[in-house]
């Protein structure tokens, strides 16, 4: 039976052996994994193997969220019985920043400190019968594997388990750029709080929060947080009322409470300040000095406290026979989301309901597991390195309004979101709205944007999107459908797809071009259209050629597959295929080649002009020609169009002169790069600042900023908005007006990300083709009906949402 991962019943049973578990780590996810095992079948050995002694613990207060207390309250009423006792809760969020606090309210957190939570644990189990084994390391798992059932390893961060069978497990660990440190005041803050110190070193961060209840015959400051009422005792089983009595007495009693103090900074700015060389004492004194205010000059505490580096991990797989990972040991994600124990002990809640749900089948049991939490944890870790990434280069948002500071803070995750902060605290929204300049009533999707001199009336554009259906180039009926259909929905600025130069600059056969007059021609009848029955949409185009990335399949038929017939040939920056052995190696450009698609753009340019479009985009982005100049992965020259980033940069700054010349002064002129390849050796998120840079030099009125595509083994991180922090660091670097594109989904999104000063207008793309007009439907969805988003008159009787349901008279 030992060691087996499918479990036999024994003779004359009808249901498995009791299972024999092993967990190794006796933190709070490894603890509630085995009480919630044994809970379920007192006959279970469940044993808990804990290197260190009862009474030690790292850190001070954790973070449970609503959502992961109702779990414990489904799973062990008990535990969350005694849980409630200890729980200090608070709505607000304080923010200190250069003279100003600012707070936000309705959010909702719970906290109590980690000793007593182990504390409570502990008497958990052993009222159940756990077995628990302090200052005793465990075997190795796969000396556990062999003897028991199921092998629990929560082991942490630095997990043994995960380390000695990394071969299955897969983990991929990433350290990230900033140090921080735990400590500790002996004071409950009234709120949780962030502060930034501006040192002569570098921006220093604090992140606090209350975790253990003031005493109520000490004075305590204005809006100190509140304790949970306390549940009656008869609340407790009475094994374990005797084996966890409460802490807090009923007479009167002295202590302040307590607060988790985090400090964090980059690692360059840690060793400015002579961090590095700093003791864990002096550390903390040091640390308190720096935030004075915030802690009303108290001192700080530490607990084994040392400065280290967030490492992410992640784990290809879960599990390995009969040994699982939960908890840190399977993955972490920042702690400026307050998600570490929360997510060990959703993992130990799932990891038990699914060992029951599948009796006598382990295998089916773990795989459950995984299946249920990794999207979640996936999703948290999305959140959090969105939340962490912010933290690293808060220096670059300093000098944003002080409510537009707060609301970027609040929404860094983009968990938090414009609606529904709305809902948490009206009155700090609406204060951050008229900050940003919306008119009452109005959303920040709906105020104006004039870029150079073009005026839109709303920040929604149509992104390019390349449709492969031109015949010889030229646009047809379905580019008149297509583009006169967006137009109509509602958006301020309809682009084109990628508009080629010449027929050997074109990506597939079926796309659209301006290197003649006559599909100049045909591009006037879709902006005369735009014009005349959309009035006040903008229509702009964007011009750019293939390179390495042309002579392929329509995408349906086969994506960057080269022509079963009919290729041509292609150019490039140096002489590599997109994909060797799939793709033709194109030519690298001489002298004469360069000057020749110089001269190419330019005449697109002009006839752009002649064709009526309102704005000119020149596409430097996703590894096509002028991309490929840009990115070390794909130019290799040793000539003066090489090497550096500004030999990178000189060739796509030259077409962008030649373009803006030809392109009249008083029409826009975007540029859209890859502010990543996405892939190692590429172009970094500071290149791309300095490519912006270039560009705006040059006269560019705009950066649109994407990322990736450059070469077919990037390794994107996919998700909501992912983009967006590029756009936000060149925004905030340069003070250029940007165009965020990629996964912006909902018009919650991009109220967000305007309000919040990380874009100046939102590209959209897959939702204008599910939905032509979605602009429109976004504003009758915010009961919104000003001058940014008209109705069509033949329309304005669908301009409010349908029912959707029948009731009854």
């Known amino acids: 039976m030992a060691g087996a991962v499918t479990m036999a019943a024994a003779p004359g049973r009808t249901s498995p052996e009791p299972l024999r578990v092993a967990v190794i780590g006796g933190g709070p996810g490894g603890l509630y994994a085995a009480a919630l095992l044994k809970r379920a079948d007192p006959d279970r050995q469940v044993t808990v193997w804990e290197r260190n002694a009862p009474t030690d613990t790292f850190g001070f207060g954790v973070v449970l969220s609503d959502e992961t207390l109702g779990g414990i309250a489904d799973a062990d009423p008990d535990v969350y019985a005694a849980l409630r006792r200890e729980l200090v809760r608070w709505d607000d969020i304080h923010i200190a920043h250069r003279g100003h606090l600012l707070t936000s309210t309705g959010h909702g957190f719970a906290a109590l400190g980690r000793r007593r939570l182990l504390e409570l644990l502990h008497a958990r189990c052993a009222e159940l019968g756990v077995r628990l084994r302090f200052r005793a390391e465990a075997p190795p798992a796969a000396e556990l594997a062999a003897s028991h059932d199921l092998v629990v390893a929560a082991d942490g961060v630095h997990s043994r388990t995960r380390e000695a069978h990394a071969d299955t497990f897969r983990p991929t660990l990433t350290t990230h750029r900033c140090r921080y440190i735990w400590l500790a005041a002996d004071f409950a803050l009234d709120a949780f709080r962030f502060e930034i110190a501006e040192t002569e070193h570098g921006v220093m961060q604090l992140h606090a929060y209350p975790y253990a209840h003031p005493s109520p015959d000490l004075p305590q400051d204005p809006g100190s947080a509140r304790a949970e009422e306390p549940p009656s005792p008869s609340e407790f089983p009475s094994a374990f009322r005797s084996a966890f009595p409460s802490t807090r007495p009923s007479g009167p009693h002295t202590h302040p409470g307590s607060s988790t103090v985090i400090v964090e900074m980059r690692e360059e700015v840690w060793r400015a300040a002579g961090f590095d060389e700093l003791d864990e004492a002096e550390s903390a004194a040091r640390c308190a000095k720096i935030f004075a205010d915030a802690l009303h000059g108290r001192a700080l505490r530490s607990n084994k406290s040392a400065w280290t580096a967030f490492r992410t991990v992640v784990n290809a797989r879960w599990s390995h026979g009969n040994t699982v990972l939960l908890g840190d040991a399977a993955h972490t994600a920042h702690f400026s989301i307050g998600s570490g124990t929360k997510l060990a002990v959703e993992d130990a809640v799932a990891l038990a309901a699914q060992v029951d749900a599948h009796p006598g089948d382990l295998p089916a049991a773990l795989a459950a597991y995984e299946a249920e939490r990794r999207p979640v944890v996936e999703s948290t870790q999305r959140a959090a390195a969105a939340s962490l990434r912010w933290f690293e280069e808060l220096a670059g948002q300093l000098d944003r309004p002080p409510r537009q500071f707060a609301f970027n803070l609040l929404t860094r995750s983009r968990r938090v979101t414009h609606d529904n902060l709305r809902l948490r605290d009206p009155a700090f929204t609406s204060a951050v709205e008229t900050e940003f300049g919306c008119p009452p009533g109005t959303p920040p999707m709906f105020t104006p944007f004039r870029l150079g001199g073009l005026t839109l009336r709303n920040r929604v554009v149509v992104s390019p999107m390349d449709m492969y259906v031109a015949e010889d180039g030229v646009p047809g009926d379905f580019h008149l459908v297509h583009l006169g259909a967006r137009a109509l929905g509602g958006a301020g600025l309809v682009m084109t797809e990628m508009v080629c130069v010449s027929d050997r600059g074109r990506i597939t056969p079926g796309c659209t071009g301006l290197w003649t007059d006559a599909q100049a021609e045909a591009w006037a009848r879709i902006t005369a259209f735009v014009h005349a029955q959309s009035p006040g949409t903008a229509i702009g185009v964007q011009l750019g050629h293939s390179g390495r990335k042309g002579s392929t399949r329509r995408m349906w038929e086969g994506i960057d597959q080269p022509l079963p017939e009919g290729n041509w040939p292609l150019v490039a920056a140096s002489p590599l295929p997109y994909r060797p052995g799939v793709n033709q190696t194109p030519h690298a450009l001489d002298r004469a080649g360069l000057a020749a698609v110089r001269e190419e753009f330019t005449a697109a340019a002009r006839r752009a002009a002649r064709a009526g479009f309102d704005l000119l985009e020149l596409h430097c982005a996703h590894g096509y020609l002028l991309s490929g100049f840009l990115s070390p992965l794909t130019n290799h020259r040793t000539d003066a169009y090489g090497g550096d980033l500004a030999g990178r940069l000189r060739y796509p700054l030259e077409v962008f002169d030649a373009v803006r010349e030809a392109w009249p002064a008083d029409r826009p ?78 018009w919650d999104d991009v109220n967000s990300l305007l309000l919040a000063g990380r874009a100046d207008l939102c590209a959209l793309a897959r939702p204008h083709l599910y939905d032509p007009h979605w602009t429109l439907h976004a504003a009758a969805e915010q009961g919104y009906e000003g001058p940014a988003a008209p109705w069509p008159a033949p329309y304005r009787a669908g301009s409010r949402r349908p029912p959707t349901g029948r009731k009854d008279p």
């Open 669 to 746: 002129m975007t540029v859209r790069i890859s502010a990543t390849d996405w892939a190692e050796g590429g172009t970094t998120a500071d290149d791309a600042v300095e490519i912006a840079r270039a560009f705006a030099a040059q006269g560019a009125d705009a950066l649109d900023v994407s990322t990736g595509q450059v070469v077919p083994d990037e390794r994107p991180e996919f998700g909501r908005s992912y983009q967006t922090p590029y756009a936000d660091r060149i925004r905030s670097a340069l003070g250029i007006p940007v165009i965020a594109v990629g996964a912006i989904s909902s």
